[in-house]
């Protein structure tokens, strides 16, 4: 076989293969759409639901992951941007830091349930915060952790060494080094790192199954220590635990959800193509 | 009185032994030109200067360095060692302004150390900015992107940057390496004019460049200071067989 035709074969099957990859996102895009496209309606998005759940509208779930989700964040972006810039700017490398290290590989490797039995366990009974949007929040964060520390972590080592040197030869602090000239070019690394773990959180339920999500509650939220509804939770009880459920309200929640998570994946791009363009080094 | 004085340096990185008994004197208000080949160790003694070696890991640094009677190498604190740097400032091989404006670059370090502030910091930068011969080109344009600049202006701006703190000595670790010929010759003019208010130490790759712009110059070879001496002096009659095969081309 000439080479030409050899490497014609091989594109072929790449290209074959990286389609692959794109069809699934495609298909549920699409599913969802055909299926649950009809039934997102102001109504459904912005009322209670109502007849046990099989109609009326789906806001406690939305509003409940909106303020989990946000919570977390909240809880996981200054301590992971703190333990990043630690771990980039100040720490050798010594056995300290290398089991640091292998811990934030090992907690990303654990899987989603079990961060939802230690949240049970710490958050909801040792701590007594009960089933709540702050333990499930909580919860949410250190599983987060690990993600937001890499992003951070590369966000702050993309910084050029020039940068922190001049810094440091003009006489100013190591701390104030990063403060002003590391941080602030390392920001929009951080923060499309940050959005893309809020997307990524918002569609987990095993986290927040025994931490925060409620099976139904009548009323929106009043503060963290309440239960709340969850879009992904939701998803699983109406598809699962509801009997008659119109099959357009499952396909529309999920649509929710899928479109929530798109929304800040599109956000966290958007932000990314901004700094790009305003950063020229 | 030497502006800086060094007496049996010797630096090591990790096992390898970077300065051996490095011993000389640095005149105020002049020139001094660090020649050699690379990795003969003149950037590393440069950076002994403000003490910039203290960032790498596993550098070990013995002997004793004078900055105005002071035994720079003593110090212990980062306070220290921060005010030191603002004393003996650097300028980069490669032009290093940050990604913010031409302004905001030159005010940089009298923002962080809380120098000027209004009207003050407005009139430092200008001056800044003259001293180093940007203003008349800049003067409207100190909005701009400090990255929307020439090579060479950026250097300038570099060197404003530093000058804007105020510092005694400068040192230039082979500031024209990325320039054309033509900005090379306007920097070393813009030395020549530095040289009535600074102490400044320039490490280079270029002969013709010490010979021309230096008072003073130390030829340096595998770690060791081998001739130190009067510019002229040091070009015209060498006294080691190192520094004549090295000046007249015969290697490096």
Not at chain 1, 209 to 220: I, N, P
Request: hydrophobic share 50%.
């Amino acid at each position: 076989m000439k080479s030409r035709t050899a490497q014609r074969i091989a594109f072929a099957v790449l290209l074959a293969v990286s389609c692959v990859v794109f069809l699934p996102v495609v298909s549920i895009f699409v599913i969802l759409v055909k299926e649950g496209g009809g039934a997102l309606t102001p109504e459904f998005l912005f009322t209670m639901p109502s007849e046990g759940m099989r109609s009326g509208g789906i806001l406690p779930a939305i509003i409940g992951t909106l303020l989990i989700v946000v919570c977390a964040i909240a809880v996981t972006l200054p301590v992971g941007v703190l333990a990043a810039i630690y771990l980039n700017e100040y720490a050798k490398d010594n056995l300290l830091t290398r089991v640091i290290r292998l811990a934030i590989v090992n907690l990303a490797g654990v899987p989603s349930v079990v961060f939802g039995l230690f949240g049970l366990a710490l958050f909801v009974m040792m701590l007594n915060l009960g089933v709540s949007v702050i333990a499930g929040a909580l919860t949410l964060s250190i599983m987060e952790l690990p993600s937001i520390i890499t992003t951070s972590r590369n966000a702050l080592s993309s910084v050029p060494a020039s940068f922190r040197e001049v810094s440091l030869s003009l006489g100013v602090s190591r701390w104030r080094t990063i403060r002003h000239v590391v941080l602030p070019n390392a920001v929009p690394g951080i923060l499309t790192g940050a959005i893309l773990s809020l997307a990524r959180i918002a569609g987990e339920t095993a986290p927040i199954l025994f931490t925060a999500a409620a099976f139904y509650v009548t009323r929106l939220p009043h503060s963290l220590s309440d239960q709340v509804m969850a879009l992904p939770y939701h998803l699983y009880i109406i598809s699962t635990q509801i009997p008659n459920m119109p099959s357009k309200l499952t396909y529309g929640t999920a649509l929710t959800l899928v479109l929530l998570v798109f929304l800040m994946s599109l956000a966290a791009i958007i932000l990314r193509i901004i700094f790009r363009r305003r950063k020229k080094w | 009185m030497k502006k800086i004085t060094a007496a049996g340096l010797n630096l090591h990185y990790g096992t390898f032994h970077a300065l051996i008994d490095v011993s000389l004197g640095i005149e105020p208000n002049k020139i001094t030109a660090m020649i050699g080949p690379s990795g003969c160790g003149k950037s590393t003694l440069l950076r002994v200067f403000n003490r910039m070696n203290d960032a790498i890991e596993g550098v070990r640094v013995a002997g004793n360095v004078e900055l105005d009677g002071e035994n720079i190498l003593a110090y212990r604190d980062d306070e220290a060692i921060d005010i030191l740097r603002r004393k003996v400032g650097m300028v980069f091989q490669r032009p290093n302004p940050f990604p913010l404006s031409v302004f905001e670059n030159v005010a940089f370090g009298m923002r962080i150390h809380k120098l000027a502030r209004g009207r003050e910091l407005e009139d430092r930068v200008a001056e800044s900015l003259k001293a180093v011969l940007l203003w008349d080109a800049l003067k409207d344009k100190l909005k701009r992107s400090a990255l929307s600049l020439t090579l060479e202006q950026r250097q300038r701006l570099c060197i404003a940057r530093l000058i804007a703190v105020t510092p005694d000595v400068i040192l230039l670790d082979e500031p024209c390496s990325s320039l054309d010929p033509v900005a090379t010759l306007k920097i070393e003019e813009l030395m020549l004019e530095l040289k009535k208010r600074y102490t400044i130490i320039i490490v280079t790759h270029n002969m013709a460049q010490a010979a021309r712009v230096s008072d003073e110059t130390g030829f340096m070879l595998l770690g060791r200071l081998v001739e130190f001496g009067e510019t002229s002096r040091i070009f015209t009659a060498p006294q080691a067989k190192e520094t004549e095969e090295y000046i007249t081309g015969r290697y490096g």
